[in-house]
């Protein structure tokens, strides 16, 4: 390992902080987050991924559009209704933030279409993977998609626009059809335009069976031809001469004021209908929607010419999805794995869903549904922590012991209580099954439900009735604050005495996403750090000031400060000669005074190393200002969504694994939890993790001073894939 010890370049520290703070030393994190979805697009391109996973990256970039536009958009649109004067360390006004957005967003849409039309449609169909569009139809696929519209109709309202029927409240993301009609209905009205909304009910991917459409296994026809194809049938003796589909972007994000409630969970399940219909921020048609059709509609939703993306083809691309369980190619997908089980523990996988495919990666639900099932029974967790610490790598290492951790816990006598932070669990989780079995068994179990984490609030409050009806003590979070700490905290009766045990971990109890979220999670019953957990639960569930802390760092508390003590005690080490080094990695950088802190460093000597996956504000390779600093952001075939830490203290390396990433939200508005890698074998473990990540040129991208990244190429050496090295080192 290397440490740069590069002189301090600027003895006076005033004129250092003022330097750091300059506008253009800072990259505006929405734009950021645009790029981020970039490098997702360009995984599409890449000709080593399976063609079904490229089609995949495709979707997930559409997925990931909808939430900017739908959350990081909306908000800035909110702010620019009354905001005009510069936000964030860069000093732009949101209205001037929506005018950098804008031509890039539809640059990179533009391209979406492009890759899906030109690249993986031709690519797919020398797979024989066929999509057919109304004018490809031959005369048997013609007939049988006729006949199942006809099946269809009594469950389509085409509703005609006149004053007694107005415009009618189109649901955001759905899929629509704007039509225009000629002629007279059977009540002497002329015709007009009218509005068919396609039923949610129905499939967007219509499947065609060959042996009754004369094609092969994997035929395809989208739900918007087949509507465009017979949309004349629901407008008896009318002649329609247009007809486009379109789809509008709403506000998503959930707006509630917990200091003028009495029952978040009332309020949150009251304001989640409305996030179907809130303010219109985006609209999708197709490209060859005339001017007047598009005035029209974009008159419907105030919306203006930037909000608009007139698209080549369907406009809910991330309907594509589907394509990838309907076609059964394991050649056109990636190679299946088994994730390992360590070694220590001393069996093969309990869940079948172990033995699961396991393809990718950034989507937001799982590749399956429903719970893994039990097979096989397994050693004692408990005597296994208490003879060592374990850490598991998700999700090349299996997430089995985690379910198992607590199943034991519910089954076993000595257990007295369970406490665990729950933000995201899924459906049908096994996770919540285990809490659920405590509770009834008697054991003292209580739960912190995040019932704000975005989009998975009808889920959390699913989960939440369940253990309340099983008796487990329910907890809301804290007001004004996110809980966002990944912790569980057993408490089991040995002898004369009462241990805790821990889990601890990066990511979320979600027993699905972790066949394809890279995470951290830390087995421990060190009584240090189980009485951390005792006190953080403490913080959440009860009233009192915070209580100190032996080993653990928690937002919003001390992170913040601790991290940049951090940084800033390497600094001091480089200025005093000595070896300086950090590694990171994280999922976002933006917090100002971090970036700052880490600005300062550079400047002292101390060599950085920052993998970031996604937003990132801080700006490499400045002269005089971050010219030690190198970041890079992994996109493959997992979500990378391990936080870990490396300071090198002078030889005393400090290694930590963290909920938080270093933005504002998490370090002073969120309640998080960072935690020490205490064993010298784990530590290293962690430490040769980064420096893989590090190596890595084919999935790497540089981040430039520009603000623009550079894909990593391998120069004709070796190629270095870290997420398959590791599938290599730790899953079967």
Known sequence: ??????????????????????????????????????????????????????????????????????????????????????????HLTPQEILGLISPRAHELVAEQYRILNEVIFPELAREGVNFFYRSDWNEKQRAWL???????????????????????????????????????????????????????????????????????????????????????????????????????????????????????????????????????????????????????????FSLEQDDLFQVSGPVNLNRLMKIYDLVDRADLKYPPFVPGIPKFLGRPPKYKADAAET???????????????????TPNLFAKIRERDILLHHPFESFTPVIEFLQQAASDPHVLAIKQTLYRTGDDSAIVDALVTAAQAG???????????????EANIQSASMLEEAGAHLVFGVVGYKVHAKMVLVVRQEDTRLRNYVHLGTGN??????????????????????????????????????????????????MHKNMAAKIHREAQHARNGKPAKIMAKMNQLTEPEIIKSLYQASQAGVSIDLIVRGMCSLRPGIPQISENIRIRSIVGRF????????????????????????????????????????????????????ELYLQDNTNAWELLPDSTYKKVEPDGGEQVTAQLKLLTKYAH
């Open 443 to 457: 054991k003292e179990v209580t739960v912190v439900v995040e019932l704000r984490a975005r989009f998975d609030e």
């Open 509 to 558: 109890y979600h027993p699905l996403t972790a066949h394809f979220y890279t995470d951290y999670g830390l087995f421990t019953c060190s009584e240090a750090i189980g009485e951390d957990v005792h006190r953080l639960f403490l913080e959440i569930t009860s009233l009192g000031k915070p209580l100190a802390l032996n080993k653990l760092i928690d937002s919003p508390f001390n």
């Open 1 to 90: 390992m290397k440490e740069s010890t590069h002189p301090d370049t600027h003895s006076d520290a005033s004129s250092e902080v003022k330097e750091v703070s300059r506008p253009d030393n800072f990259i505006n994190w929405q734009l950021s987050q645009l790029e981020f979805n970039a490098r997702v697009l360009a995984q599409a391109l890449d000709s080593r991924t399976p063609v079904l996973e490229r089609l995949k990256f495709l979707c997930i970039f559409s997925t990931n559009m909808d939430e900017f536009y739908e959350i990081r958009v909306a908000g800035l649109k909110h702010q620019a209704a009354s905001l005009s004067t510069a936000i964030g360390p860069e």
């Open 359 to 377: 393809h990718t990666t950034l989507a937001k639900g799982p590749p399956t549904g429903g719970a893994p099932a039990k097979v096989q029974s």
């Open 146 to 300: 006729h006949a199942r519209f006809k099946e269809y109709m009594p469950i389509i309202s085409p509703l005609g626009l006149d004053p007694a029927h107005p415009f009618p409240r189109i649901l955001n993301k759905s899929l629509n059809f704007i039509v225009s009609l000629k002629g007279k209905d059977a009540f002497g009205r002329k015709g007009g335009m009218a509005i068919v909304q396609a039923p949610r009910s129905l499939p967007r991917i219509v499947h065609l069976p060959p042996e009754e459409t004369g094609g092969g296994p994997s035929d395809f026809v989208f739900l918007s031809s087949t509507i465009h194809a017979f949309v004349e049938e629901l407008f008896p003796q009318m002649e329609v001469t247009e007809c486009h589909q379109f789809r509008v972007t709403r506000n998503s994000e959930l707006y509630v004021d917990e200091e003028e409630i009495d029952d978040l969970r009332q309020a949150i399940e009251g304001t989640l209908l409305s996030r179907r219909y809130g303010e219109a921020v985006r609209l999708e048609v197709t490209d060859f929607c005339t001017p007047e059709m598009v005035s029209f509609l974009m008159d419907k």
């Open 639 to 690: 979500l990378e969504h391990t936080r870990a830490l490396y300071f090198h203290n002078n030889g005393h390396p400090e290694v930590f694994c963290t909920s938080a990433d270093w933005m504002n939200r998490n370090l002073h508005r969120r309640v998080e939890v960072c935690f020490p890698i205490e064993s010298a074998k784990l530590r290293q473990r962690v430490v040769e993790d980064l």
